[in-house]
């Protein structure tokens, strides 16, 4: 089968910007736009899975990212916790943040038309109507942000749409979740008087606040101050698998009363019972979970964030070609045509135009 007879897809979340950040040459844009041979993403490969567009990641890694970027082993074993990197100033996280969106606007100049870097619903519309790759340009994590607001203010104008307070290490907005199995997200203080202020300033501006990472006190300051739906861009069902970095029931119905949506998430971590990251995860259980995202928040409130370059993801996906054989499964699973639809970008789609002021 091909991507042609699927609706395109519009995912919450990937890590291709650390990816090819890491990379460290000067013309990372054309291992994108030609294809390579490593990671999930590339522009051949988003074209065979009918990738249409997401939001493209830009993180911190943290000074020593090469010791410390084996979460792949770490994550095994009946328990782990793992460590958590310091605080990151805003004058060491900035210049990181021109990188990654540097790389972005490489890569649109340089794809002749075929990537586009979106900052309305209706350009994201009309890419996914032409078959151009609508990128949005989110921050996980405001490290880079100022108590001021203005590093806000010129990323808002450099494109930036989408803001997670916190990956997991803390800011000076809020606290984020560890990675350890089992673990609860009901752990730490909430949202500092600055992370609430964050929230308004987005809401005024039409910036999307991601709650995920977030611990849960962050998330309920969030439900109590943003006027914006609720939005977790790649979280899984807590009663699934017992991750501080999935959701529990209240919190998804939660985001079902703010029409908010929640994107799920590949990560085989995050997917299984026992917490593993482990490629031999069946793509049943991935749908066991979306099946449960879509009973708790509802139908119009659940999409895709698949962690694509961050995560180990089912063999079965293997990269962003295989989202053909994920929609099949989905299909085969007994989603009608109109459901496909909403799940694959229609509910996506939504959301962000409320969120976004144009
Ligand atoms: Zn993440």
Redesign the pocket.
Known sequence: MSADQFPLLFDG?NDLLLRLFKMEKGDVQHLFLDGCSTGHLDLPRMIKGGFGGGLF?IFIPPAKVKDTDSKGEEMSGPKYDLPLSPEIPVHEALPIVFAMIAILNRIERESKGRVKICVTAAEIRECFNSGVIAIVIHI?GAEAIDKEFNSLEVLYRAGLRSIGPV?SRPTQFGHGVPFRFPSTGDIGPGLTDSGKELVKVCNQLGVMIDV??LNEAGFWDVAKISGAPLIAT?SNAYALSRQSRNLTDRQLAAIGESNGLVGVNFATAFIRADGQMDADTDLDELLHHMDHLIEHVGIGGVGFGS?FD?ATIPGKIGDVAGLVNMRQAMIAHGYDEKTMDMLCHGNWLRVLEQTFKA
């Open positions: 979340h990641a996980e990956w995920s990472h790649h962690d961050g």
